[in-house]
T-cell receptor
Framework: GQNIDQPTEMTATEGAIVQINCTYQ??????LFWYQQHAGEAPTFLSY????GLEEKGRFSSFLSRSKGYSYLLLKELQMKDSASYLC???????????FGTGTLLAVQP | EAGVVQSPRYKIIEKKQPVAFWCNPI?????LYWYLQNLGQGPELLIR????????DSQLPKDRFSAERLKGVDSTLKIQPAELGDSAVYLC?????????????FGPGTRLLVL
């Protein structure tokens, strides 16, 4: 079957670093996406990994290990506006069909 | 560049009534997706279009749900009749193509409440 696991909730402090983990078991793999979703808004694209390693984009970085079925999203210098749900999604087939995790709700506290 | 547009943003109906949602994708995007998102969950694909052709509708409950994308641009998703369990957010997304690395861009969604 297809399974994607993320922690349900996390709390972190403004200015700190937080790592959100995602593990997946899918029948195929053609890349992993991270999306940010503020309450009541559309998911917005953060990052895409298809090869092993770290992709850095400003304050956000994403890591992938295909052999371990594991990814993480690293957020540095946390700001209050980073409070949102972070969705891990795997492209499990030849076409762009995404399978989403349930999302991790991050609360950034002062 | 305008993003994915959806309307209405909110809809409240009584059970057994019909409802329709509209989506206008990003200009030039050939692939269009409709997702269902329940509270506290990730989006789940209902149907995917390549231009005007529905190429993956395996998760669409066809007894009450229908969708169309007649000219390969705008799309509508309809529920008839609506049930209480259909209360959710209906998200539309688009991408340039269905290639494995193509980013999907989401609209703000239609929040449906069935009473």
């Amino acid at each position: 079957g297809q399974n994607i696991d993320q922690p349900t909730e996390m709390t972190a402090t403004e200015g700190a670093i937080v790592q959100i983990n995602c593990t997946y078991q899918t029948s195929g793999f053609n890349g992993l996406f991270w999306y940010q979703q503020h309450a009541g808004e559309a998911p917005t694209f953060l990052s895409y990994n298809v090869l092993d390693g770290l992709e850095e984009k400003g304050r956000f970085s994403s890591f992938l290990s295909r052999s371990k079925g594991y990814s993480y999203l690293l957020l540095k210098e946390l700001q209050m506006k980073d409070s949102a749900s972070y969705l891990c999604a795997v492209n499990g087939g030849a076409t762009n069909k995404l399978i989403f995790g349930t999302g991790t709700l991050l609360a950034v506290q002062p | 560049e305008a993003g994915v547009v959806q309307s209405p943003r909110y809809k409240i109906i009584e059970k057994k009534q019909p409802v329709a949602f509209w989506c206008n994708p990003i200009s030039g995007h050939n692939t269009l997706y409709w997702y269902l998102q329940n509270l506290g969950q990730g989006p789940e694909l209902l149907i995917r279009y390549e231009n005007e052709e529905a190429v993956d509708d395996s998760q669409l409950p066809k007894d009450r749900f229908s969708a169309e994308r007649l000219k390969g641009v705008d799309s509508t998703l309809k529920i008839q009749p609506a049930e209480l369990g259909d209360s959710a957010v209906y998200l539309c997304a688009s991408s340039r193509s269905s290639g494995s690395g193509e980013t999907q861009y989401f609209g703000p969604g239609t929040r449906l409440l069935v009473l």
